[in-house]
């Protein structure tokens, strides 16, 4: 299962400010691999490239792949997350090269009251389906920021 050779390389350009009230995950990593971002919603929907955007209008951002230069980040924007856990995953595509090594990352997730980041390491063709968990809480009726917090 390889996106790679399905569609062209998203365009390497920097994430933009993350909107107030949404939710950001990234996943940062090197040259030579192609990694992929999987999120969890709380009604158990995944957002990845292959279901992009989800039911509830979560994107994946930005998909990096073997072709894309730095920064090497993708990017799953909630507008709307609902309150509940969240599961990140990450998965092993494919090496760039004939080099198949174990490759490093980290995930970061951020909303309003949440900053959280995990770092790993993955083995080609692997698929690590909890790198980082985490539940965001309700919006409270006066508008103040969501809070949220790690298991």
Do not use: W
């Not at 039911?55 to 980040?73: K, M």
């Amino acid at each position: 299962m390889s996106a790679c050779a399905a569609t062209p390389p998203t365009p390497a350009r920097p994430p933009g400010p993350r909107a107030p009230g949404t939710l950001e995950i990234r996943l940062h990593f090197g040259q030579g691999v192609d990694l992929d971002l999987f999120v969890v919603d709380p009604r158990q929907e995944a957002v990845y490239f292959g279901n992009n955007p989800s039911s509830r209008g979560a994107r994946l951002e930005r998909d990096v792949r073997c072709g894309a230069a730095a920064p090497r980040i993708e990017v799953v924007r909630f507008a709307d997350p609902l309150a509940g856990r969240y599961r990140v995953g990450v998965s092993y595509d494919r090496a760039c090269s004939f080099r198949r090594r174990p490759a490093s990352f980290r995930v970061e997730v951020e909303a309003d009251g949440l900053a959280l980041q995990r770092a790993g390491k993955i083995e080609p063709g692997a698929f690590e389906n909890l790198v980082l968990e985490f539940s965001l809480d309700a919006l409270a009726p006066t508008g103040s920021p969501r809070g949220a917090r790690a298991p």
